[in-house]
């Protein structure tokens, strides 16, 4: 077995909580959060932290920190090429009361 198939055998994720960044590809429709982003990187992910049954949420350029099933519209924002003043503001709005989980 290689040692990234051995690794992924071998993880486990109780007790854990999984962040999960936002991707680029999305529905073209509002869906759970944990449907719309639809790149093989997150599907890939979606997958591993739902088989361990681990605790996830996805951080959202937009919405900020989700709850995998929260309903939200697609959108076209990245926080890539964002400068520092946009990331402590995203940073801030993601701990506040406006955190949807």
């Given at each position: 077995m290689s040692p990234a198939?051995?690794?992924k055998a071998s993880l486990d994720?109780?007790?854990a909580l999984v962040l999960v960044s936002c991707v680029s590809q999305k529905l073209s429709e509002p869906a759970p959060a944990r449907l719309l982003y639809q790149s093989?990187?997150?599907?890939k992910v979606r997958s591993l932290v739902e088989t361990q049954k681990a605790?996830?949420?996805?951080?959202s350029a937009l919405y900020g920190v989700l709850a995998p099933d929260t309903r939200i519209a697609p959108y076209e924002?990245?926080?890539n090429s964002a400068g520092?003043?946009?990331r402590r503001a995203w940073a801030e709005m993601s701990g506040?009361?406006?955190l949807r989980v």
């Open positions: 198939v051995k690794s994720l109780t007790d093989e990187w997150f599907t605790d996830w949420l996805i951080l924002k990245t926080l520092v003043v946009e506040d009361s406006r």
